[in-house]
Structure formats: C-alpha cells, structure tokens
C-alpha cells in the first residue's frame, strides 16, 4: 500500500513515521530464526558487545537468503522511494540485537552525521527503514526519537570511539537539552513486524537493555541512487559501493520462503 498524503505530511513534520503490522507473524518468524544463526556465527561482519553479545550484524542481505529478500521487500522499498521520488540503493544493512540483559547503549545522534564524515554522503537523503523482530516495549531499550530535530540541520558532532564497540558520531548534551526541550522525545512501541521510518537528520538514541526480553531490530539504510556516497573509509559490509537501484522481490516472496523453511521442518 502506498502512504497516504497524511502519512506523508506526518514524516516531513515529525520526522519520522511507525507503520504496525506490516509483516506477519510467519515471515517475522524466519527471520528471527536467522538472525540468531547469524549471531552465532564468527564472521567480520557480527559486531560484539564489550561483553561479548551480538551488538550487530551487517550486510546480511548479502548472505542470508531470508534478508536478502527483506532487503528488497517492496513493502520496505516503496515507501521510501514515494518519499525521495527516485529509486534507491542499500547503503547499510544491519540487524541489531539489543541482547537480553546485555544490550548496551546507542548514544544521542544522526544517522547522516556519520553517513557525511565516514562516507562522503552529499545530502541527508538517505534514511532508515527498519522492522521490528521483536517486541520492542518502553522497557527493553526502545528506539528514543526527538521529533522534529531534523529542521535543525547536520548539527555539530564529535566522534566517539570509545563508549561502545561501534565508533558513531555523537551529539553534545545541550544540544540533546535544547532539541528535547522543542520537540521531547518519543519511543515509539510495537509487535513484531511493525516498521519504523525516519529521516537522517532526526536525532536519535538508545538506552541499555537489562531486562529478559530481547529487542531486535533490522535496519535498512536506503540511499536516492543521485546521493551515492563519494568518499568511502569504512568496509564495504559497513558502507556500501553497489549503488544500483533496488529491483523489489514479490510480496509474498518472504512469505513463500518462510513456509517451505516450516515445511522442511515438519
Ligand atoms: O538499534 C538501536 O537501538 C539504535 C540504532 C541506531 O541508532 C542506528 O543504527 O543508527
């Protein structure tokens, strides 16, 4: 389904959009399951807590056939090209544990503030289209957005190498105050399969997860194919060089797969 003008008018303004129920409990299922296989691997790509907990896992589009299919859902693709007007690429694929107990923090920042410095992206017209494997409640390290903060612009940022295993460009405490004191801060909640948009510019964080429940989440980075980054220093499994339009899969494509997974298990 298209968004609605509504739908639309809502991103411009609040930054970001939460669709719930956009997969079914089937296809959330797989590709649960493949995440934790995924996360038991030791490969480059799996990026670990200090504690030794998955904290990511990157470019699993590229070796996983249930993720693959993900990453080019139409249900994922369509909506953000309705909103940039062009086709888009994958610059960044990540699936984010927030492990049970041992999930830690993703400090206050933009997304396009890291795509800029690390990546030599031109503009922020890129953005994160994500899906929810778990439940993600107010309990268990939601997502934080400050609604309308990506008016303010690519905001000053410094670059933090040491507070958790991912180095990320990080925003200073008064300019988290001043932003929050404007716009205050949502974390927006949901069943699995639900998905989360928002702009690369909306100022954004997570706290640690020290209760029970796991909160996994799959992150696509999409880029307008006329944004493609120009001064890469990251890996390729972290920062993309393939920047041919995304040719979706059918709809039921991730359905099809997950039933003859349930199929060969019976
Ligand atoms: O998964 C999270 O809690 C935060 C992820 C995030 O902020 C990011 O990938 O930019």
């Avoid at 890996?235 to 997950?258: S, T």
Wanted: charged share 20%.
């Amino acid at each position: 389904m298209p968004l609605t003008s509504a739908q639309i008018a809502t991103f411009h303004r609040e930054g970001w959009l939460f669709l719930p129920e956009v997969f079914g409990e089937e296809e959330v299922e797989l590709l649960r399951e493949e995440a934790l296989s995924i996360y038991d691997e030791h490969r480059p790509e799996v990026w670990r807590e200090k504690s030794g907990a998955p904290r990511t896992a990157f470019a699993a589009h590229t070796y996983n056939e249930a993720f693959r299919l993900l990453g080019a859902h139409p249900r994922l693709i369509n909506p953000v090209e309705q909103i940039f007007g062009e086709h888009v690429y994958m610059h960044q694929y990540k699936i984010n544990a927030k492990s049970a107990f041992t999930g830690e923090v993703w400090q206050w920042h933009q997304d396009y503030g890291t795509w800029k410095r690390d990546d030599g992206m031109p503009e922020p017209k890129a953005m994160n289209i994500s899906v929810f494997l778990d439940e993600v409640m107010p309990i268990n390290g939601p997502l934080l957005l400050v609604p309308r903060s990506q008016t303010a612009g690519d905001l000053k940022a410094s670059h933090d190498t040491s507070t958790t295993s991912y180095p990320l460009w990080t925003l200073d405490e008064d300019t988290v105050t001043q932003l929050v004191e404007e716009g205050g801060i949502v974390a927006p909640i949901g069943r699995p399969g639900g998905v989360l948009l928002f702009h690369g510019n909306l100022v954004h964080g997570s706290a640690g997860n020290i209760t029970p429940f796991p909160r996994k989440i799959v992150y696509l980075t999409l880029n307008a194919v006329s944004n493609y980054i120009r001064t890469p220093t990251r890996p390729e499994f972290i920062a993309h060089r393939d920047f041919a339009p995304i040719v979706p899969v059918d709809d039921d494509a991730l359905m099809r797969l997950a039933r003859s997974h349930r199929q060969a298990a019976e």
